[in-house]
Antibody, heavy 120, light 108 residues
């Protein structure tokens, strides 16, 4: 059974930075693409960023240039560095695992989410 | 980007009834790369259906998906108490992957 555990969320002021982590267990972490998906309070799901097995990175336009995704396969951990945070980045951030090697954005396992409120 | 529009926004039904949820895409979703997720309050989404019609592991057969191109449907044949939740469709054929706005299935 795959388990994903996010950490690093918390209250941050506009313009501030935060780094989220997602620790994976129960699967060969290095074999799967991973993504971050967020959900603003009372709203729907929004894909934020993804990273391939080979380390190629992809971003939603709304976070491009401000967020950076990375992975450390030796630690089975996914990261999201968030800079220049805005109020509209306020959301619960989920890490999600790709279903297989061919479908990077189909997610079969999700973490429990970590909240990131951006407010002064 | 592909915009997914889900309808209705809210579906009020009783246990045992049939639920039909719709997801319409602004462009054709190639290879039927369309998924459905269930989300309950305070929980992460759960994958139900992928490839428009394939059930994920452990998903009961009362859940079924159909459709192709731009029109997709999730059907719950007989609602169980644990099925009352929000359902999202997602296309994963083209980057960026996008989600619909969700349909809430509530107890009537």
């Amino acid at each position: 059974e795959v388990q994903l555990l996010e950490s690093g969320g918390g209250l941050v002021q506009p313009g501030g930075s935060l780094r989220l982590s997602c620790a994976a267990s129960g699967s060969t972490f290095s074999s799967y693409a991973m993504s971050w998906v967020r959900q603003a309070p009372g709203k729907g799901l929004e894909w934020v960023s993804g990273i391939s097995v080979g380390g190629s990175t992809y971003y939603a336009d709304s976070v491009k240039g401000r967020f950076a995704i990375s992975r450390d396969n030796s630690k089975n951990t996914l990261y999201l560095q968030m800079n220049s945070l805005r109020a509209e980045d306020t959301a619960v951030y989920y890490c999600a695992k790709a279903y297989d090697t061919l479908t990077a954005y189909l997610f079969d396992y999700w973490g429990q989410g970590t909240p990131v409120p951006v407010s002064s | 980007e592909i915009v997914l529009t889900q309808s209705p926004g809210t579906l009020s039904l009783s246990p045992g009834e049939r639920a039909t949820l719709s997801c319409r895409a602004s462009q054709s979703v190639s290879s039927s790369y369309l998924a459905w997720y269930q989300q309950k309050p305070g929980q992460a989404p759960r994958l139900l259906i992928y490839g428009a019609s394939s059930r994920a592991t452990g998903i009961p057969d009362r859940f079924s998906g159909s459709g192709s191109g731009t029109d997709f449907t999730l059907t719950i044949s007989r609602l169980e108490p644990e099925d009352f939740a929000v359902y999202y469709c997602q296309q994963y054929s083209r980057s960026p992957s996008t989600f619909g706005g969700g349909t809430k299935v509530e107890i009537k």
